[in-house]
């Protein structure tokens, strides 16, 4: 099964930006690439996704390298509110054969 | 619109009991999946249930079990619990079935278990 390895703690400072590193070196062709955060005794927050093309919404961009073996998760002006932990998952389709891989996550800190 | 909704929030069981979890998904999501959270072992990935079948399971023993009702509600039941099985236990909705769609998942907050 693919894997995700990342940093297990990053730091920030506010309104500066952020990159979350992710790799998944072993990913296929079909696994989707999503990014998920949590804060403290919350569930987990979708923040974005992408299969191969880089992405962009209104919480954050993705960057997939081209060789799909790493992707970042991009916070432009980091805020107090992003201080969370960030899961990169991979998410495989195929029927109901698709497997869910999960990081142990980043545990992001952001200093005012 | 309501978020995914768990209940309860906190549970207290003792060894060997056996527990019931419940999620109601968000309005109009017919995928239900739970997932098993620990300090060690991170996130992982119970099953999910989509139109009242299961479409898929993790590697669990055969003591977690789940079902779906036709309003999409979903129950996750524990048997013979373990001390092990002390762990946040989160639900996520979606509109499609997870892996015929990439799509984002709605995690409730989430019912916290804790076994004596």
């Known amino acids: 099964d693919a894997k995700t390895t990342q940093p297990n703690s990053m730091e920030s400072n506010e309104e500066e930006p952020v990159h979350l590193p992710c790799n998944h070196s072993?990913?296929?062709?079909?696994?989707?690439i999503h990014w998920y955060r949590q804060l403290p005794s919350q569930g987990p927050e979708y923040v974005i996704h992408?299969?191969?093309s880089n992405v962009n919404n209104r919480m954050a961009s993705l960057a997939i390298a081209e060789d799909r073996k790493s992707s970042t998760l991009i916070l432009h002006r980091a805020t107090l509110r992003d201080a969370a932990v960030y899961y990169c998952?991979?998410?495989?389709?195929?029927?109901?054969?698709?497997?869910?891989?999960f990081g142990k996550g980043t545990l992001l800190t952001v200093n005012p | 619109k309501a978020g995914v909704t768990q209940t309860p929030r906190y549970l207290i069981k003792t060894r060997g009991q056996q527990v019931t979890l419940s999620c109601s998904p968000i309005?109009?999501?017919?995928?239900v999946s739970w997932y098993q959270q620990t300090p060690g072992q991170g996130l992982q990935f119970l099953f999910e249930?989509?139109?009242?079948?299961?479409?898929n399971k993790g590697n669990f023993p055969g003591r977690f079990s789940g079902r779906q009702f036709s309003n999409s509600r979903s129950e996750m039941n524990v048997s013979t619990l373990e001390l092990g099985d002390s762990a946040l236990y989160l639900c996520?909705?979606?509109?499609?079935?997870?892996?015929?769609?990439?799509?984002?998942?709605?995690f409730g907050d989430g019912t916290r278990l804790s076994i004596l």
């Open positions: 996520a909705s979606s509109f499609r079935a997870l892996g015929e769609g990439n799509q984002p998942q709605h």
């Open positions: 072993t990913i296929s062709g079909t696994d989707y």
């Open positions: 992408g299969l191969t």
């Open positions: 998952i991979l998410m495989r389709s195929g029927g109901s054969n698709y497997k869910l891989t």
């Open positions: 309005s109009g999501h017919r995928s």
């Open positions: 249930y989509f139109s009242e079948t299961q479409r």
